[in-house]
């Protein structure tokens, strides 16, 4: 069901997907570093341990080696944990726990154990954090085949994703940005301007609802030169296309949602149609989730591309604390807007 006034930000969309799930499901518990008496770092579990109690919301020491590490274990046995990285910059102190051990539990044991656990927390850019806070780990963990990674960009996918995470028997990572969870309010942004067909909807007041992991939304349809993103750079993208639009030039946003697994054909699709790509992603560029679409897109449509693939990225420097220099370091909606005239020889 949707309703229509129904106005619900980013970080409540997290929490009623978690409510909903740990309602529906008594193994699932929440743990990490002020989950529980603080509410959250960012409350996004604000609320949580008076419904559920300290048994299933548990705060942990600053320890992500243990808390991931009894994540894994306790999914190993059946409970369905989710694993709350305050930021996803600090979870290498973990990286045994999250990606040696959770992703290969499975074919390790033989069989024997899975590993349903969920890991979540901000990832990217956070605003003048520095660079040991600003990393984007979705190149990092999309190349450990075993796992499941999603970067929601709006209330109603980081609802809908995270859901269908927790219910997946596979280790699940949620990318969010500390950037959008206050996206959603009201008197926030409103970003439904940039989108055709009304797309922009709240989540559904509905336990049922989930969204299928590695299906891609089209957020936008067009048909001079598809942009392919996820997570925050998405609006980026949307915004980049209204502005084009007056220039005559259509733009179709296709929003991945999850890099593993990763919907490759509906993004050819949008290409063959349009037959320019550029491809906007928040991490580096060298090895990046973006050199990997842009290299599936030249494998299925190379005879469809009437240009080069254009990738728009993070600069390949650690994030500055400096404000101007950290935004200019990131992408954005000029860089994007440049980058579809030059594939379109608009420029």
């Not at 008076?50 to 046995?77: C, H, K, N, Q, W």
């Not at 959603?184 to 299928?212: H, M, N, Q, T």
Request: hydrophobic letters at 40%; charged letters at 25%.
């Amino acid at each position: 069901m949707v309703a229509s006034d129904r106005k619900l930000q980013y970080r409540e969309a997290l929490r009623e997907a978690m409510q909903e799930e740990m309602r529906r499901d008594e193994r699932v518990f929440l743990m990490g570093e002020e989950v529980a008496e603080y509410h959250g770092a960012y409350k996004v579990s604000q609320g949580m341990v008076e419904e559920f109690g300290p048994r299933r919301i548990v705060d942990s020491p600053i320890s992500e080696t243990g808390f991931a590490g009894l994540g894994v274990g306790a999914a190993m046995y059946g409970l369905r944990p989710i694993i709350e990285f305050m930021s996803w910059s600090f979870c290498l102190v973990a990286a045994d726990q999250i990606i040696n051990n959770a992703p290969k539990m499975l074919y390790m044991s033989g069989g024997q154990f899975g590993c349903p656990a969920v890991f979540r927390g901000n990832n990217g850019a956070g605003g003048q954090l520095g660079s040991t806070h600003s990393w984007s780990v979705e190149s990092l963990f999309s190349h450990v085949p075993g796992l499941k990674l999603a970067v929601p960009s709006t209330p109603r996918d980081a609802k809908g994703l995270l859901k269908a995470g927790i219910r997946d028997e596979d280790p699940f990572f949620n990318l969010e940005s500390e950037r959008m969870l206050g996206m959603g309010a009201r008197g926030d942004k409103d970003f439904s301007r940039y989108l055709k067909g009304g797309k922009w909807a709240p989540p559904e007041d509905d336990d049922d609802f989930v969204i299928e992991l590695g299906v891609a939304d089209v957020k936008k349809s067009g048909s001079d030169c598809t942009v392919v993103s996820a997570g925050r750079p998405v609006h980026f993208a949307l915004e980049a296309a209204e502005a084009l639009e007056k220039e005559g030039i259509d733009v179709e946003v296709v929003d991945v949602r999850t890099y593993r697994p990763l919907d490759i054909e509906t993004i050819a699709s949008s290409v063959r149609k349009t037959n320019y790509a550029v491809v906007v992603d928040q991490s580096w560029p060298f090895a990046s989730v973006g050199a990997e679409v842009a290299a599936q897109i030249y494998e299925r449509c190379f005879d469809d591309l009437d240009n080069q693939v254009i990738r728009v990225h993070n600069d390949d420097v650690p994030a500055p604390y400096n404000r101007e220099m950290e935004q200019a370091c990131l992408p954005n909606t000029k860089k994007i807007i440049e980058a579809v005239k030059a594939v379109t020889y608009n420029a």
